[in-house]
C-alpha cells in the first residue's frame, strides 16, 4: 500500500468527522468502555474542534497531519500538536510553554498494526524539532495506547491511578527533542 502523508485541506472536513466517530467508537469498543457514549461525543467533538482550528489558524494553534491511502484517498490515520490538554497542565504543574502535547494519534481500525502511527510519530517529530520546539507532551488513559506509547517513549513521567475508575490509570510523558525511539 502506497501511504500518502500530507497535511489537511478544507474538503477533508467530513471525512475527518467521520473518521474521528470511527476511530473513537472502535477504540471505547476494544477498551471495554462502549457505554460511556457521552465522553465519546466529548472526545468526537474535540477532534473536531482541534481540526477546525488548524485550519482557521493554518497550523499555528493546533498543527494536522493525516496519513491517506493513496490509492483509495482514503484517511487511514491522524495526528495533531497543540496546547497540552488540562489534565498534562495540571499534573505536570510547570510552564508548558513551548512544551506542545502530540495527540489525535489515530489510525484507522482496519490499518493497524503496519507502522502507520509510526510513520506520522516520525513525521511530528520532525515537524517539531523543525520548528525549534525543546520538548513535548504525550498522554493516554487507553490501555491499549499505553502499551505502545511505553515500547516508544519508555515509562511515564507520571501515572494517575485509579484516574478512570479501578485499574483504569492515566499516563503523562514528557521528552526532550530531538527524541528518537
Known amino acids: 500500500m502506497k501511504l500518502l502523508i500530507r497535511r489537511p485541506e478544507q474538503s477533508d472536513i467530513q471525512a475527518l468527522h467521520q473518521f474521528f466517530y ?5 477504540t471505547y469498543v476494544k477498551e471495554g468502555i462502549a457505554e460511556l457514549v457521552d465522553d465519546q461525543q466529548h472526545e468526537w467533538e474535540t477532534k473536531k474542534q482541534y481540526v477546525a482550528m488548524d485550519l482557521e489558524s493554518q497550523g499555528e494553534k493546533r498543527f ?3 496519513a491517506l491511502n493513496e490509492e483509495t484517498n ?3 490515520g491522524t495526528i495533531e500538536y497543540g496546547e497540552a490538554n488540562e489534565i ?5 504543574k510547570e510552564n508548558l ?7 489525535t494519534v489515530f489510525v484507522h481500525p482496519d490499518y493497524q498494526n503496519r507502522g502507520i502511527g509510526t510513520m506520522l510519530l516520525q513525521n511530528m517529530l520532525m515537524t517539531l524539532e523543525n520548528r525549534r520546539v525543546p520538548a513535548f507532551c504525550l498522554d493516554s488513559g487507553y490501555k491499549q495506547a499505553q502499551v505502545i506509547w511505553q515500547k516508544k517513549f519508555g515509562q511515564p513521567d507520571f501515572v494517575l491511578e485509579n484516574y ?3 485499574n483504569n490509570h492515566h499516563m503523562i510523558w514528557k521528552r526532550a527533542l530531538p527524541f528518537r525511539f
Do not use: R, Y
Open 164 to 166: 478512570w475508575g479501578a
Open 88 to 92: 498534562i497542565q495540571q499534573t505536570i
Open 22 to 26: 470511527l476511530v473513537i467508537q472502535d
Open 64 to 66: 494536522f497531519w493525516l
Open 97 to 103: 510553554f513551548g512544551c506542545p502535547e502530540i495527540g
Open 74 to 76: 482514503e484517511i487511514i
